[in-house]
């Protein structure tokens, strides 16, 4: 602590970085135990298949390998990320931000010092301190299988710019609510107010609003009024804006209504803003956010199954959500225990990466002397039988 | 025809065009049929979860979005591809080796003329040309999700440096056999022989063989001259020459049995070639393929069920297979139907990947206007149920 306001650093981190304080310790060791007492990842057979007699094909789930992980200043984190890695078999390279290294050493010392007394080899999880060495790792894509980057924006894309490894995470939480004619107009108010304020610098927090064109003189009054006494500036279109004027609805000295432009729609503004468009209906709304979201989470108010299924199926985000605010996309509140990240990958794992995300599989084929020369296709005659197995 | 032979183009080629031949055309509708009749892999849920009553989630299998398939001059292949990417929802633009480009044009004119018939738009099947757009579309990672590379080493290699885009498949396919001293010799031959010859081409054709130390006297002979016998010529470590001259084995003119160099283990030879070294045991082949393979198909030879679960939990590979050739690894044998390609990845799809590896997940999250503020970690009290829902 000392240390850390004599090199100037500001007040928030320095409050992030206290292991000490509140609860953060307790929760720490929870969370690890948490993780420990998650079913076994590995080992799992996904599918199963008779290929012939005394020939049988095996999906078992194993882990990746060796992951590097790069996270933020936040000294929990390290035994979390440690946990998930151990319990689903993988080696792992940890950098932490610089500002816990002191913190990170000490746990990863205790770390190391608890594997000594198990048949995990301690060299199995590794801190690494400087950016050099992480940029000599990105190149090691012949030995490190996945990289998890957790921190701004600009860390991400530049990790992914440099380095031929698969990557898992995101750069930009760009999510959306759309409210739907229908839509209760106090639960639309709760959840969008929730989806931006509650956090405004989490990924999932929503950073765009979009209405429904027919729902304008209904919703949109309540909607604004509720935003702004939370506090929340407006970005908005001449639709929007006119819309407002006609209702009476105005901003204040600290949580303003103003022009959006385009760029707003795509624009993660990590503060109390928010764009706001109106959309003919679902299917617009469905177009708006294809195209302008991250594909992280996207929600949709509104009383119809009908009209809920066609933005759940429509919408190609990792998370889509019905009557539920946008923050609710999180690895704790899915019930993983914790994550390692959230993707917004198309492949692989997508949305919050528990401990399922940090294993992949292998096929074992247990035979009794097969060759492919006595089956069809390959010179034989020989049929294959393609029996499902019961697992 | 007459065309490929005015334009040079080398018979085995011409063969391989030709899809009039035998019953090629008559396999390509068939596996048209065979994709069409398998169950469909979109919508299904691998995750229910009741997070609190009325906020289900559910993890919703769906497609991967926009496919990227570079393929070989097989005029067949379009059909293949084609059915996997419509049956797995995706759009799909394909490239073929430029030999087959008027069967894959009158393929896909096919393709598309069927299409309007359905409600999927004919666009999402697009066929392109020339190199030059390939390299435009590796730069459009914001709308291809994933890139199928199928060809030479070199093609998936030069893809993989030059796309932010994932990539799925297998620059090379470096397999083995590792034969342990309780195996079976005749099996263990006629595995190796299969493994080698079947298809040397085959990127799932064993490249090295490895015995056990304690098995070259009772092994090694027999093994050795059935893989002579086939034609295939040995490149050998000083130990296994030594116990070859001792056992009276020698090569033939076209079967040579020579000196192998350390690079010999890393050689995709695609030829009648074997790399054959002796390894301690079970411990040292598991390090010596992890090591050296591609991480393609590996296989043991041996009695023992514990010596087999050892290899094949210890080897890294997407096929690790007992007591049967390595050219199992397929999918069709895998019973698939077809295979877009094989992977040797860590990550998403392992093996020959099917419908399933052009499929992803999202979270659906299905509430009844709940905000996270309300709960335990975001300001509220109330707690997360976490009730399995039964699918």
Known sequence: MEAAEKANVAAPLIKRLDLSRGDKFDTMLQGVLDVASLPDPLGNITFANRLDDGLELYRVTCPIGVLLVIFESRPEVIANITALAIKSGNAVILKGGKESFHSFAAIS??????????????????????RQEVSELLKQDKYIDLVVPRGSNEL???????????????????????VHRDADVDMAARIVVDSKTNYVAACNAAESLLLQRSALQSHLPTIAKALIDAGVSLKVTPEISESLKQAGVEGTASATIASAEEKDFETEFLSLTIAVAAVEGVEEAIKHINSHSSKHTDSIVTASKEIADKFLNGVDSSGVFWNASTRFSDGFRYGFGTEVGISTSKIHARGPVGLEGLTCYQYQLRGTGQVVADYVGAGGKKEFKHENIDI
Do not use: F, M, W
């Open 109 to 130: 010392g205790l770390i190391r010092e608890a594997l000594e007394g198990t048949e995990i080899p301690p060299g199995a999880v590794q801190l690494i301190e400087s």
């Open 156 to 178: 991400v894309r530049s990790i992914k710019s440099n380095t031929k490894i698969p990557v898992l995470g995101h750069a930009d939480g760009l999510c959306s609510v759309y």
